[in-house]
């Protein structure tokens, strides 16, 4: 059993490790022997890399601000206005998570074109926002589930609007919730690809479509293993961040995974 | 479903008592707060909505004279090269899906019964969850490579194989790389699943008699297979939808549904043939979604 579960977790580090450590050594290969060690493919890395991963790093951020604001709107409206539609938006607005990201990939090219939205920053925050917005709005409605309505009475009471309470009021107490709530949407964000594949193009091409067209175009690149580590490094950085600040117990149930 | 026995939930409930009647919320103030759920709706409506209709109705549309037909899907059920490209990625989605779930099952048992273990492994190994699915392509390249690959020079070293193999290109590499995709998620959710079950459950059948693999085999296992059921939906739509790993892998063999829809819509300027064919694919994909759902509600709700 313990060569077992020793053997499964190598399996599963493995292809990580060795992307690692081929970005270290040239780029092209990976061994673990006595090959010298360079920062080659990391210097390699074109203008062109470092602008999609800036892009994809200015996207995320946008539609994560976007998605958690739309979100946490929408949960206000829903939780305290005790609107009976609460089951059908969550319905509604889960259905990019449901839709395979190909699909909806399909589906956007065929709407964005004739609107001049594809191949634009605009399109892909339009996109990548949907495609956060159930995730946000699941957090924003636990969050402002949990906090007692009467905190926001009280400000009524002394004469503010219901608004102005939700403001200074409500998200105050939200915010911690919310951050982490966005930590996991621009993570989201940044992986993102099959949705992004379709809609984009020279002047918005995310740096996993970027990887993508390179390795079909020209093959197995250098620069390209060297990128590739560095997104283990965000993936790495993004989960130290979640069990220092959440816990282990957050990841380990959880089915929150990479859309596409 | 737990915040009912949670007294602190009851107590709350009670003194956070509406200080207005609930249904007797005026008709103005429920359009008050309905106000700030429209740019949600609108969002949805924009970009899930709106594309999702045009593309089912463009589906029945034909490209050429603008008339309305169903010819693109007769076509495409009547066309053997689809449904052998439809059968082998069904083929491998299926063997895919068991094969994780069978390897991704034990380790999942040992992590959700060591609290330890578990703290330290879950994170390390939920890295690959977080890569986008093309660094998984190419850590699959540098892993199965015939000349230069880790695995192939490993095996050439040892003297097991003389010459490389060439399975990266082909039904092994593919497979390889979406079992390796499907694991990494599979484990995840499993563990979660497999800690809700009471470790009490199984140490009683084990006083009674049982062996440990028949308690883990008759008693906890059972419990899980809801957890099991929506695991394998989200495999096996994910490796179906998949279209990064197939185009990365040499995208001749296996032939995957998702690369000829591609090939429709742009090389071949077969729009609406494109569209009906991911229609097909998106009913089968998220058919296999609502069929795990229903079993999940069917066997009461996901423990």
Redesign the interface.
């Known amino acids: 059993?313990a060569f077992?579960?020793a053997a499964?977790?190598a399996?599963?580090?493995?292809?990580?490790l060795?992307?690692l450590a081929?970005s270290f050594q040239g780029g092209?290969?990976?061994?673990f022997g006595s090959r010298r060690w360079t920062l080659e493919a990391y210097r390699a890395i074109p203008p062109a890399y470092w602008d999609a991963l800036w892009f994809t790093v200015r996207i995320a951020f946008c539609s994560t601000v976007l998605a958690l604001l739309?979100?946490v709107?929408?949960a206000?409206?829903?939780v305290?206005?005790?609107?009976r539609?609460r089951r059908l938006?969550s319905h509604?607005?889960v259905?990019?998570d449901?839709?395979?990201?190909?699909?909806?990939g399909?589906?956007?090219?065929?709407?964005f074109i004739p609107l001049g939205l594809s191949n634009s920053f605009t399109g892909t925050l339009?996109?990548l926002?949907?495609l956060s917005?159930s995730m946000g709005?699941r957090f924003a409605e636990a969050l402002i589930g949990n906090v007692?309505?009467?905190m926001e009475?009280a400000a009524v009471t002394m004469g503010a609007g219901?608004f102005t309470a939700f403001v200074t009021v409500l998200l105050p107490v939200l915010a911690p919730g919310l951050t982490i709530a966005a930590l996991f949407l621009f993570?989201h964000n940044l992986?993102?690809?099959?949705l992004l594949?379709f809609i984009s193009g020279p002047n918005a091409t995310p740096?996993?479509v970027r990887?993508?067209t390179d390795?079909?175009d020209r093959g197995?690149l250098p620069q390209?293993?060297a990128m590739?580590a560095i997104?283990?490094y965000?993936?790495?950085a993004?989960?130290?961040l979640?069990?220092v600040t959440v816990g282990?117990r957050y990841?380990?149930?959880?089915?929150l995974?990479?859309k596409? | 479903m737990d915040r009912l026995y949670d007294p602190s939930y009851a107590v709350m409930t009670v003194s956070s008592a509406p200080a207005r009647p609930v249904e007797g919320a005026s008709w103005r103030e429920r359009l008050y707060y309905r106000a700030f759920v429209l740019p949600a709706l609108a969002v949805v409506a924009f970009v899930v909505l709106i594309p999702l209709a045009m593309l089912v109705a463009s589906s029945f549309v034909d490209q050429e004279t603008g008339s309305t037909t169903a010819r693109y899907y007769i076509s495409s059920f009547a066309s053997l090269f689809f449904m052998r490209t439809l059968g082998s990625t069904i083929a491998m989605a299926l063997g895919v899906t068991v094969a994780t779930i069978l390897l991704a099952l034990p380790l999942a048992y040992v992590l959700a019964r060591h609290t330890l273990l578990r703290g330290f492994l879950i994170p390390v190994i939920s890295v690959p969850r977080m890569l986008p699915f093309v660094v998984v392509g190419y850590a699959m390249v540098l892993l199965l490579a015939p000349y230069t690959g880790a695995l192939n020079k490993a095996l050439m070293e040892i003297g097991i194989l003389s010459e490389p193999t060439f399975i990266l290109f082909d039904w092994p590499g593919q497979a390889l790389a979406f079992s390796y995709a499907g694991t990494v998620v599979a484990v995840a959710i499993l563990t979660g699943v497999l800690m809700t079950v009471d470790p009490q459950l199984e140490d009683t059948a084990v006083t009674l008699g049982a062996g440990r693999l028949q308690a883990i085999l008759t008693v906890t296992l059972p419990l899980c297979i809801p957890g099991i059921i929506a695991a394998s939906a989200l495999v096996f739509s994910m490796i179906v939808t998949a279209y990064s790993i197939p185009v990365m892998l040499n995208s001749r063999t296996p032939y995957m549904i998702s690369v000829l829809i591609y090939n429709n819509l742009y090389s071949l300027q077969e729009r609406h043939l494109a569209y009906a064919q991911t229609v097909i694919v998106s009913v089968l994909a998220m058919g296999m979604l609502v069929a795990g759902q229903l079993v999940l509600s069917r066997f009461g709700r996901r423990p």
């Open positions: 059993m077992y579960v499964m977790i399996i599963l580090i493995l292809p990580v060795l992307v081929a092209l290969e990976a061994s739309i979100a709107l929408a206000w409206g829903l305290r206005g005790r609107l539609e938006v509604l607005v259905l990019p449901a839709v395979p990201s190909i699909t909806l399909v589906a956007l090219l065929g709407l339009l996109a926002t949907a917005l709005l007692p309505e009467e009475q219901r993570v992986v993102a690809f099959e594949l740096i996993s990887l993508f390795i079909v197995v390209a293993i590739s997104l283990v965000i993936a790495i993004f989960y130290t979640v069990v282990v990841v380990a149930g959880s089915a995974t990479r596409g």
